[in-house]
């Protein structure tokens, strides 16, 4: 489907809040992402509705005000992935997120921003570069579901899976180490499946993966 609108009165205000997000966090660049514009299921088979844009206008449209000036279509959506990677002796890996990204000193599932039409994909090479673990070592993933929150500003859907891997915790962190992760992504830490307490912001699920292993 067509991507969101570029409107050229929005130009000024985009590279503002831009350079602002620059400000609180260097490393974030500007690159395409994936606008999903709708999603339906029927049976086992969804079909989503898509664009591309790039993540400098969604943080740039993020305001709400841009929503009730503009319009909903000029509001710039972004779509990204996350994994729950259980290990051979039942640990959850989660990680501490650092003080330049979204949810700062929060422990998180591993995950990332949607560049291409393919979420699995994404996360297989989020998996190899956020927990040093090769995609070829790990069970297929299977999508859990599709969560939404339609707020402006957050990752408005988010492609939820879940991956076992065949290693034991000791060996994951050896291999993290290894890998010399960036800064913030350098705190791996697990905790036994079934104790966990999750905190986490409100959102919706749209969609129920039932076991969905590929597209």
């Not at 591309?52 to 710039?76: I, L, N």
């Not at 994951?172 to 705190?187: S, T, V, Y």
Request: net charge negative; aromatic share 6%.
């Amino acid at each position: 489907t067509s991507p969101p609108v570029q409107l050229p009165d929005l130009e000024e205000l985009v590279e503002q809040k831009w350079q602002e997000e620059l400000g609180r966090n260097p490393n974030a660049k500007a690159g395409p992402i994936l606008s999903i514009r709708d999603i339906t299921q029927e049976d086992d088979h969804l079909t989503i509705k898509y664009g591309m844009t790039d993540y400098r206008w969604f943080v740039g449209t993020a305001d709400p005000e841009v929503r009730d000036s503009h319009g909903p279509d000029a509001c710039h959506t972004a779509t990204a992935v996350c994994t729950v990677i259980e290990s051979a002796d039942d640990n959850l890996l989660i990680h501490l997120r650092g003080r330049q990204m979204a949810y700062p000193r929060c422990y998180h599932v591993l995950g990332g921003m949607v560049s291409e039409p393919d979420p699995f994909k994404i996360i297989r090479r989020e998996v190899e570069e956020e927990a040093g673990i090769m995609y070829e070592e790990c069970e297929e993933p299977i999508l859990l579901g599709i969560a939404g929150d339609l707020k402006p500003g957050r990752m408005n859907h988010e492609f939820c899976f879940k991956i076992r891997v065949p290693l034991e915790l000791t060996e994951i962190k050896r291999r993290h180490e290894l890998g010399q992760p960036p800064a913030e992504l350098r705190r791996l830490a697990a905790v036994m499946a079934g104790e966990m307490a999750i905190e986490a912001a409100p959102f919706d699920l749209l969609i129920v993966g039932a076991g969905i292993t590929g597209c």
